[in-house]
T-cell receptor, first 112, second 112 residues
């Protein structure tokens, strides 16, 4: 089954404790991206990757890091999480930006 | 300036009534436009997209949208809604070569 998986689905952590949210897709897609969803703000792009070892900033990259060492995986790293990063995070993949984005189920992160 | 603006944060309608969800985009974005739907506690899935060609685009679940270049709009319509259409709807546009920008979302509530 074609899908995008994210782990964990729910995470509660404390300020400053490094964490990684994993994202994996099995569709051989070149384009992957991370979004955060906040009430009233819709989805905002954090980072995107056009292919292995090629990443770039989206609209809200501050406080986040990503890597793309393999085509299927695109982890999101929060080196020192802060409460303003409490949000719902989605990973997505597609053949390219102009094609349908396939979204993962989301990761709900709470930073206290 | 906001690249994609959804004019209504919430739209309540009665079952079997028609509905229109409004979306305007700025001239700074490309004319690659999308509508995504998010059912409760799920990720987003594509309803329809406009890349070129006919300005009336048909999507899944009976939805359609019309691209209007002069009014910079891409409104989503359905002639008769069902309870199962209750969801949040997002308009999105490609910005530049590799970024996707979403509107703030419109919550559609169907009343019996």
């Amino acid at each position: 089954e074609a899908q995008v998986t994210q782990n964990p689905r729910y995470l509660i952590t404390v300020t400053g404790k490094k964490l990684t949210v994993t994202c994996s897709q099995n569709m051989n897609h070149e384009y992957m991206s991370w979004y955060r969803q906040d009430p009233g703000l819709g989805l905002r792009q954090i980072y995107y990757s056009m292919n292995v070892e090629v990443t770039d900033k989206g609209d809200v990259p501050e406080g986040y890091k990503v890597s793309r060492k393999e085509k299927r995986n695109f982890p999101l790293i929060l080196e020192s999480p802060s409460p303003n990063q409490t949000s719902l995070y989605f990973c997505a993949s597609s053949l390219s930006i102009s094609y349908e984005q396939y979204f993962g189920p989301g990761t709900r992160l709470t930073v206290t | 300036a906001q690249s994609v603006t959804q004019l209504d944060s919430q739209v309540p309608v009665f079952e079997e009534a028609p509905v229109e969800l409004r979306c305007n985009y700025s001239s700074s974005v490309s004319v690659y436009l999308f509508w995504y739907v998010q059912y409760p506690n799920q990720g987003l899935q594509l309803l329809l997209k406009y890349l070129s060609g006919s300005t009336l685009v048909k999507g899944i679940n009976g939805f359609e949208a019309e691209f209007n270049k002069s009014q910079t709009s891409f409104h989503l319509r359905k002639p008769s809604v069902h309870i199962s259409d209750t969801a949040e709807y997002f308009c999105a546009a490609q910005v530049g070569a590799q970024k996707l920008v979403f509107g703030q979302g419109t919550r559609l509530t169907i009343n019996p």
